[in-house]
């Protein structure tokens, strides 16, 4: 009796994770060169309205979340966010070009403090959830994250005497 090794079961299964992992691989390389295309774009805009930070905080528990506040600000004083249109680089899996999508300040700073939470965080919506703020700082040109988790705990404890 003879195999054929590439039908086996575990070859197949080797296989599909090899094609994974490449498929894996080119969607983080994608995903890391819009995110860059995104920081430039969003804290030119930023730079352009006189806004020197974004602030973005979120708030999750039992399986839902969402963005709470977005404040814009000019130094330490709250200003309106401008009514700028900006373009996002975006990422789809199986898909090997970037597209683009046109939409307000608002939503593009929206839009990727949901994605940045997913990569660095997944699932932070769910169980007890999670809170923090997202600080988008245009002359820095950095995005930093306040990220607080949230979870029960108990302690049990056993005596005999």
């Not at 070859?11 to 090899?18: D, P, T």
């Not at 997202?134 to 056993?158: K, V």
Request: net charge negative.
């Amino acid at each position: 009796m003879t195999y054929d090794i590439a039908a086996t079961p575990e070859a197949s299964l080797a296989a599909a994770m090899a094609q994974f992992d490449v498929s894996q691989l080119a969607h983080q390389t994608l995903s890391t060169t819009a995110m860059a295309q995104n920081k430039e774009t969003l804290f030119a805009a930023m730079r352009a309205a006189g806004i020197t930070e974004i602030i973005v905080t979120f708030d999750g528990a039992g399986d839902s979340g969402q963005v709470e506040d977005i404040d814009a600000r000019r130094g330490e004083t709250v200003v309106p966010m401008p009514d700028t249109a900006i373009t996002l680089a975006q990422v789809s899996w199986g898909i090997s070009e970037i597209s683009t999508s046109s939409m307000s300040l608002s939503e593009a700073v929206e839009t990727l403090a949901y994605d940045l939470l997913y990569d660095s965080h997944g699932g932070w919506e769910n169980c007890d959830g999670a809170f923090g703020a997202f600080h988008f700082d245009a002359e820095a040109g950095t995005i930093l994250l306040d990220y607080n988790e949230r979870f029960t705990s108990s302690e049990q404890f056993n005596h005999s005497f």
